[in-house]
Each structure stands twice: as structure tokens, then as C-alpha cells.
């Protein structure tokens, strides 16, 4: 049956013009009364998103800076200053998140808790760190001949075990997940889009641990963190996701160093 | 361009500018908002921000196209850069290593500078932050190396953040003209 003009004006679906309130067809990117732009203007201007970028480069700024003074500079190569950095780096993460807290507050919370899901997150946690702790060693023996063991710094000191696992394990999972993925992917978010704002948060990163060698595992996990915050919008899987992964290189570490301790008695 | 939600029934004629079908007694395109009933002066304005917008866009995509290509200028300064420090220090022992580091590298800005093509602002941010990372990491070794090819990196770091802000433009005047 043909219709008429009148009719299908009548079926197309319709809205009214955001200016004079003229029937707008829907889809329509102006209305054909006034002129005026129907569409959301989802694009931000040039301007906003250069602050924001700035705001990003500052958090990245510091966080090169302090990374480079304690990595690179002698004076500070002693566990007091691993703690005063470690501490300065989570109040810097703070402050960016109290800076964009209307924002971020929402991935603060954890309405969905399912323990199933966590221990998905924790088996690929587990599986991923194992792997790496595998390759990651095999290639500084091979290319460098040397084995890093992060406890040989804490051994001798009384509670050695439980101050490695919260300088290793537990401080860098909650200060980095807040900065680098509460605060980082919201701030990007501003700026790029969705998919964009999970790679840059990911590079920026694996930048910031300042190791090229380390950047095939550093940054598909980082990526990995990035879209389970996304997905889960939550920051808490994520700690706990890293929190796991450090943990297992503690573990190894530990391990290592008593079997060392157990031949050298033997 | 995207499809028109307007149907051939309910139309007379093509708009001028963009070719949308035009809906009986509109004023304004729905597709460009060009003023269909407008005065000539105001056609005549509205072509003309039209095409400033498109040789802004030109301009655009000029600061882009160096952006991308001084990251294929970084990537062979550290392939060269990799080649001859390989040769001139064959004895020593990390050598191959640091031949292999240069090539990686070189690849990875190679990488970028394809990705600029289609996504130019993410491949800046992430190019420019390498980079400097570089810079910085070669200067706690050798810290005279800051200051060699300075005049270049200068012009490698202005021409990224400058393709940065083009791209932002360009996203923002693309979605006007569709």
C-alpha cells in the first residue's frame, strides 16, 4: 500500500528543536525551523581539554620526577627513602583524586561485589604474574646475567617478610590503582575517548616503571587493569587483581632467598 | 558523511551544499544547517565559515602530517644511532643489546607514527611521553647527552605537542562540518 507524504511524516519518529521547539525529525543535526544544532556536542572545546591534558602532564611530571630521584639518585637508594617516596607518591595520587572527586567517588565504591568474578580476576592475576616472574628472570640472566631479588633489600630486618609484602604488594596496589586508574583513565576520559583513555593510562604506566625491558608484560597488564575498571567501574578489583600479582613476585622472592640461605647453611 | 534520516517521500529538491534531501518547507538543511531560505548575505556567510572551517581543517591535517613524520624521524636517528654505537663499541658487552633496544624502539616509533594516521592524539601523547622518558633516561647516563641535537629535539617536541592541539581541532571542526 503506498502511502502519502502527510502519512509517513506522521510515522517518522520526531522530537522537538532544543531552541524554538519545532517538530524535529529524530536524527536530524539541525532544525529545519531555526537552524540551531540538535546534536550533543560530545566533542569538548580545544581549550578545556589542553587544562585537562596539562592536569595530566603535572600527575605524570611528578610521579617521573619522584620515580627518577629515588631509581637514579645514590642518596636516596635506602629503604627510609623507598618509604618517604612511596608515601609522597600516595598523597600526590590523593590530591588528584580530592582535586576530581565528583568524578572519581563513584569507582570508590564497590556495589556489585561478586566473590565468583574476584576469583576469576585473581586466577589470571596468579597465572599472568607467574609467567612474567618466568620471562622476566630468564631475561635478566640471559641478557644481563643477574637476578633481581626485591626481599635481599628487606632480609635483614625483624619483620622483613610483612614490611616487603606492604612496600611491594599492598602500597603500590592501592596508591597506583587510584592514581593511574581512578584518577588517570577519569582525567583522559575529558580528553579522549574510551578505548584511547585505556591505552594511555596503560603507556603512561608502563612508562613510569622506567623499564623498556619490561614493557611486554607491563603494558598488556596495564591495559588489562584499565578495562576491568572500565568494565566493573570500580577501583577495587584492580587492587586486588595488583595486589596478587605483587604478592606472587614477594612470594618468589622469599622463596629464593631461603632456598639460598637453606644451601649456603648446607 | 552519515545517512539522512529524511525519506525521498517527504522531499523537493537537494540541499547545495552537502546534497542531503531537503524536507518540504524547511528553512535549514537538517543535515548542514545551511539557511535553504535565507537571504543571499546569509547563504553567502554561511559558505564562507564553511570553507574556513574546511582550510582550517587543511591546515589541520598539515601539523598532523609533521607530527607523524618526526616520529619517522625519531625512529631512524635511533636505528642510525643504534648501528653506530654497535660498531663503534663491538667489544663491549651489552653492545648487541643495546643495538637490539635501538631497533625495538625504532619500531615502536615507527608503530606510532602508523597509528597517528588514525588516531593522531593518542599517538602523540603516548610518542611525546616516550620520548621524553628517552631523553631523560639517556641524560641520567651520560648527562651531556641532553644537550646533543637539542635544536632538533626542540623542533621533534614542538612539532608533537603542536599535532597535538591539531588534532583536537581538527575532532572538533570535522564533527561541525559531518
Same mark, same amino acid.
Given at each position: 500500500m503506498d502511502l502519502n507524504t502527510s502519512e509517513i511524516i506522521q510515522n517518522t519518529e520526531k522530537q522537538l528543536c532544543n531552541n524554538c521547539m519545532a517538530v524535529v525529525i529524530t536524527g536530524?543535526? !539541525?532544525? %529545519?525551523?531555526? %537552524?540551531?544544532?540538535?546534536?550533543?556536542?560530545?566533542?569538548?572545546?580545544t581549550t578545556y581539554r589542553i587544562k585537562q591534558l596539562k592536569q595530566v602532564g603535572l600527575f605524570f611530571g611528578i610521579h617521573l620526577l619522584l620515580c627518577c630521584l629515588i631509581n637514579f639518585v645514590d642518596y636516596f637508594d635506602d629503604l627510609f627513602w623507598l618509604a618517604i617516596f612511596d608515601a609522597t607518591l600516595a598523597l600526590v595520587n590523593i590530591t588528584f583524586v580530592a582535586i576530581n572527586w565528583q568524578v572519581v567517588k563513584t569507582y570508590?565504591?564497590?556495589?556489585? #561485589?561478586?566473590l565468583q568474578k574476584l576469583s576469576l580476576y585473581l586466577g589470571i592475576a596468579l597465572i599472568l604474574s607467574m609467567f612474567t616472574h618466568y620471562t622476566i628472570t630468564w631475561l635478566n640472566e640471559t641478557l644481563f646475567d643477574k637476578s633481581i631479588n626485591y626481599y635481599y633489600a628487606f632480609a635483614?630486618?625483624?619483620y622483613g617478610k610483612i614490611l616487603l609484602i606492604l612496600t611491594v604488594a599492598v602500597s603500590p596496589a592501592l596508591s597506583e590503582e587510584l592514581g593511574f586508574r581512578a584518577y588517570l583513565i577519569n582525567a583522559l576520559l575529558k580528553i579522549v575517548d574510551l578505548k584511547q583513555a585505556i591505552f594511555i593510562s596503560a603507556a603512561l604506566f608502563s612508562l613510569i616503571h622506567m623499564s623498556i625491558i619490561s614493557l611486554y608484560w607491563l603494558l598488556p597488564f596495564s591495559i588489562f587493569l584499565a578495562y576491568i575498571f572500565i568494565k566493573e567501574k570500580t577501583m577495587w578489583y584492580g587492587v586486588f587483581i595488583h595486589f596478587a600479582f605483587n604478592l606472587v613476585t614477594c612470594l618468589f622472592d622469599i622463596s629464593s632467598d631461603s632456598l639460598i640461605d637453606n644451601l649456603l647453611i648446607k | 558523511m552519515e545517512s539522512s534520516p529524511?525519506?525521498?517521500?517527504?522531499?523537493n529538491s537537494n540541499c547545495t551544499v552537502c546534497s542531503t534531501a531537503i524536507v518540504l518547507? $524547511?528553512? #535549514?538543511?537538517? $543535515?548542514?544547517? !545551511?539557511?535553504?531560505?535565507?537571504?543571499e548575505e546569509e547563504q553567502n556567510s554561511f559558505l564562507a565559515n564553511r570553507m574556513s572551517m574546511e582550510i582550517d581543517l587543511d591546515a589541520h591535517a598539515a601539523s598532523m602530517k609533521k607530527a607523524g613524520n618526526s616520529l619517522y624521524w625519531i625512529a631512524g636517528s635511533f636505528t642510525i644511532f643504534g648501528f653506530i654505537m654497535y660498531f663503534m663499541n663491538q667489544?663491549?658487552?651489552d653492545a648487541g643489546f643495546t643495538l637490539g633496544l635501538n631497533i625495538v624502539l625504532s619500531g615502536i616509533f615507527v608503530l606510532l607514527a602508523l597509528w597517528s594516521r588514525s588516531k593522531p592524539l593518542t599517538a602523540f601523547i603516548v610518542a611525546l611521553t616516550l620520548y621524553g622518558l628517552i631523553i631523560i633516561l639517556n641524560a641520567v647516563v651520560?648527562?651531556?647527552?641532553?644537550?646533543?641535537?637539542l635544536i632538533i629535539k626542540i623542533f621533534i617536541v614542538t612539532w608533537l605537542i603542536r599535532g597535538m592541539k591539531a588534532a583536537m581541532d581538527a575532532e572538533k571542526i570535522r564533527k561541525v562540518l559531518n
Open positions: 536530524s543535526r !539541525y532544525c %529545519g525551523a531555526c %537552524g540551531h544544532s540538535q546534536t550533543d556536542d560530545d566533542v569538548p572545546e570508590l565504591k564497590w556495589p556489585d #561485589f561478586s635483614h630486618l625483624k | 529524511i525519506i525521498p517521500q517527504q522531499v518547507d $524547511n528553512s #535549514f538543511c537538517n $543535515n548542514c544547517g !545551511y539557511p535553504l531560505k535565507g537571504t667489544e663491549a658487552e651520560d648527562p651531556k647527552s641532553i644537550a646533543s641535537g
